[in-house]
Structures are given as structure tokens and as C-alpha cells.
T-cell receptor
Framework: NAGVTQTPKFQVLKTGQSMTLQCAQDMNHEYMSWYRQDPGMGLRLIHY???????DQGEVPNGYNVSRSTTEDFPLRLLSAAPSQTSVYFC????????????FGSGTRLTVV | DAKTTQPNSMESNEEEPVHLPCNHS???????IHWYRQLPSQGPEYVIH???SNVNNRMASLAIAEDRKSSTLILHRATLRDAAVYYC???????????FGKGTRLHILP
């Protein structure tokens, strides 16, 4: 089924560990974004990409790295996990035209202990 | 960038229509109005969008004020499955970035 696929769905990390959250879409969307959602809060934009090779920072980029080597994939890297990064992470993609809506993945629930 | 204002929460009875308001008084002439919703424990999903004219789809209707400074998402017959947080968003034209506000938490009473 066409859509945005996020892996893993759940992850527990120890403080200081690194990991990569995977995001892939098969809709040939140019734009991809990462959001985090803390308990009871709204979504905040971490990083986004307007096409392969182009990324930019969102509202809360510190502690996260991204790269976009292909149109399909947009991984999010946590370099040294901290308890403050405990959150649910959502990836989204779109055609990059406000005429079209975004498609969101089902999320990765990350706990840093 | 244009901002939106929504009530924090609303309640409605099951099987009745629901009107969710959104104010966007600083909207520009080319800003689309998008609505998303987030069901419990799920990612956001696109609901509907419009520019100037009222819009209908299988999920909802979007009524846009003539001056475009406000809009209303209409769920014609709410069900318990419509309980969610509804977000009114104006995507940024220069890069289609979408920034979420707090949205409106809709409670449906059986």
C-alpha cells in the first residue's frame, strides 16, 4: 500500500546511545518532514527536506541530524540520546505544493532511559 | 507567516453536526487552508483543504468566509470515531512547511 512507512514502531534507548529512525515513502513525494510529539502536546517540526540533497531545520532541530540521499528515504539520527528526547516521532511527506496534503506515518515511540 | 486560532476543546453529541471554527485573520491571498485530524494514538491525517470556495469531500465540508479570515470545518453527522484533535493549518507557500498549533480537541458524547 502506498504511504509513509516508519521503523521501528517502538524503541528503548539508554542515555548516550545513538540510533536512526527510518522513514520511507513510495509516492514520489518531494517534501518530507520529521515531527516529534510529547505527551499531551502538539507536533513540533524537527527537520524537513524539499528534495534529495536538501534539508533544513525546523522548530526543534537540536540533537537530531538528517540527510536525504534519495527521494524515498529520510532518516532521522539521534547522535547521543537524552531523556528529553523521549517522544513519539512522526514522519510526513507531500508533493510540496500547498494544493496537496501531507501523508503521515504511524509513528515511532521512543523512550530514553 | 499567517497564524490560526482555534478553541481548545469542543463537545458534541453523537449523530449531530459539528462546526469547528478557525480564525486566520492574517491570511494572504494565496494561502491554502488545510485541516488535519489526529485520532488517539495515531498520526495526523489530512481531512480537507480549500482556497476560496467551500469544499466537500467524503469526510467533511469546509466553509470559508468571504473575506477568508475564518473558516469552519463541518462534520455532518459526528460519530464516536470522530473524537480527535483537529488542526487548522495554513501551509507556508514558499516551502509548503506545515506548523501545527494546539488544535481543537473534539469530544463526542454518546
Amino acid at each position: 500500500n502506498a504511504g509513509v512507512t516508519q521503523t521501528p514502531k517502538f524503541q528503548v534507548l539508554k542515555t548516550g546511545q545513538s540510533m536512526t529512525l527510518q522513514c520511507a515513502q513510495d509516492m514520489n513525494h518531494e517534501y518530507m518532514s520529521w515531527y516529534r510529539q510529547d505527551p499531551g502536546m502538539g507536533l513540533r517540526l524537527i527537520h524537513y527536506s524539499v528534495g534529495a540533497g536538501i534539508t533544513d531545520q525546523g522548530e526543534v532541530p537540536n540533537g537530531y541530524n538528517v540527510s536525504r540521499s534519495t527521494t524515498e528515504d529520510f532518516p532521522l539520527r539521534l547522535l547521543s540520546a537524552a531523556p528529553s528526547q523521549t517522544s513519539v516521532y512522526f514522519c510526513a511527506s507531500s508533493y510540496g505544493d500547498p494544493y496537496y496534503g501531507y501523508t503521515f506515518g504511524s509513528g515511532t515511540r521512543l523512550t530514553v532511559v | 507567516d499567517a497564524k490560526t486560532t482555534q478553541p481548545n476543546s469542543m463537545e458534541s453529541n453523537e449523530e449531530e453536526p459539528v462546526h469547528l471554527p478557525c480564525n486566520h485573520s492574517t491570511i494572504s491571498g494565496t494561502d491554502y487552508i488545510h485541516w488535519y485530524r489526529q485520532l488517539p494514538s495515531q498520526g495526523p491525517e489530512y481531512v480537507i483543504h480549500g482556497l476560496t470556495s467551500n469544499v466537500n469531500n467524503r469526510m467533511a465540508s469546509l466553509a470559508i468566509a468571504e473575506d477568508r479570515k475564518s473558516s469552519t470545518l463541518i462534520l455532518h453527522r459526528a460519530t464516536l470515531r470522530d473524537a480527535a484533535v483537529y488542526y487548522c493549518i495554513l501551509p507556508m507557500n514558499r516551502d509548503d512547511k506545515i506548523i501545527f498549533g494546539k488544535g481543537t480537541r473534539l469530544h463526542i458524547l454518546p
